[in-house]
């Protein structure tokens, strides 16, 4: 079973950065398609990207399209989301997840990924 650790998070100022990581153990991840979505307190989960296995094509939400910019390293395992120029509006839990059936069409729902990390928090605020 594939396990999921998400790190990089913490307290940014705005217009700041962060690179956040997702780490794979206990199986590979090269085959996958991996997400990250994100959640604020109250809110629902939302979709923020997503890579194809390949990593030869991203699909972002429309809130960070030109901030944020999502990759990925199959030798390592990883799956990076590097984050600039952030606003407050991005304060939320961030959790990575892996779409095992590789959806051709990047998919954006949450139900269609079955790997999960924890989450790490990201607090935009000055």
């Known amino acids: 079973q594939v396990q999921l650790v998400e790190s990089g998070g913490g307290l940014v100022q705005p217009g700041g950065s962060l690179r956040l990581s997702c780490s794979a153990s206990g199986g590979s991840i090269n085959r996958y398609n991996m997400g990250w979505f994100r959640q604020a307190p109250g809110k629902e989960r939302e979709f923020v990207a997503t890579i194809t296995w390949s990593g030869s094509s991203v699909r972002y939400t429309d809130s960070v399209k030109g901030r944020f910019a999502l990759s990925r390293d199959n030798a390592k395992n990883t799956v990076y989301l590097q984050m600039n120029s952030l606003k407050p509006e991005d304060t939320a839990v961030y959790s990575c997840?892996?779409?095992?059936?590789?959806?051709?069409?990047?998919?954006?729902?949450?139900?269609?990924?079955?790997?999960w990390g924890q989450g790490t928090q990201v607090t935009v605020s000055s």
């Open positions: 997840a892996a779409d095992v059936t590789s959806n051709p069409n990047l998919a954006r729902a949450p139900q269609e990924y079955e790997y």
